[in-house]
T-cell receptor, first 115, second 115 residues
């Protein structure tokens, strides 16, 4: 079965620190990859996505992610976090299974940024 | 554009009661989805509708029914609510263009408590 693993359940860091959130998936075929963010009390918003091409993808708010096919990974990074980056982050992987697409989410990583 | 809207935002039910969660999108998307979000488990797909007139089970369909009323609206019904259905419910929509899967757009969520 297709699965998505996020390595960290809760990350706490100070402003200006660098952030890296791990994401690994189990599906071996062609995949589309996403990172979503959920700010407190809000709905999920797309941070960035990878379909094809350059494996280093830049998203909104200074986030980027690198797709490493050989490692089945799509890690999210931000060089210098701000207090406003406090949120829950979800990795999602979409893969074509027959005639359908199936989007699977990781369990999420809660990021707390201390001022 | 309002995007994806959901009603109600909050609901408290007693065990055995029924209710319908409403979802509408104004982006002319073909596909619509219902997820539940539980702590530490990410988002799990309950049902989806790839196009108007079709619905399919997702990962956790038991205890739920859905109706794709038209292209815009996709409702989720709990016939006999159980405490295990206490969760936050998100509706989402997306479009599929040829072989490219586009990201899903999420509604604000419905927080449901079953006593």
């Amino acid at each position: 079965a297709q699965s998505v693993s996020q390595h960290n359940h809760h990350v706490i860091l100070s402003e200006a620190a660098s952030l890296e959130l791990g994401c690994n998936y189990s599906y071996g075929g062609t995949v589309n990859l996403f990172w979503y963010v959920q700010y407190p009390g809000q709905h999920l918003q797309l941070l960035l996505k990878y379909f094809s091409g350059d494996p280093l993808v830049k998203g909104i708010k200074g986030f980027e992610a690198e797709f490493i096919k050989s490692k089945f990974s799509f890690n999210l990074r931000k060089p210098s976090v701000q207090w406003s980056d406090t949120a829950e982050y979800f990795c999602a992987v979409n893969a074509r299974l027959g005639n359908d697409y199936k989007l699977s989410f990781g369990a999420g990583t809660t990021v707390t940024v201390r001022a | 554009n309002a995007g994806v809207t959901q009603t109600p935002k909050f609901q408290v039910l007693k065990t055995g009661q029924s209710m319908t969660l409403q979802c509408a999108q104004d982006m002319n998307h073909n596909s619509m989805y219902w997820y539940r979000q539980d702590p530490g488990m990410g988002l799990r797909l309950i049902y989806y509708s790839a196009s108007e007139g079709t619905t399919d089970k997702g990962e956790v369909p038991n205890g739920y029914n859905v109706s794709r009323l038209n292209k815009r609206e996709f409702s989720l019904r709990l016939e006999s609510a159980a405490p295990s259905q206490t969760s936050v419910y998100f509706c989402a929509s997306s479009d599929i263009t040829r072989d490219v899967y586009n990201e899903q757009f999420f509604g604000p969520g419905t927080r449901l408590t079953v006593l």
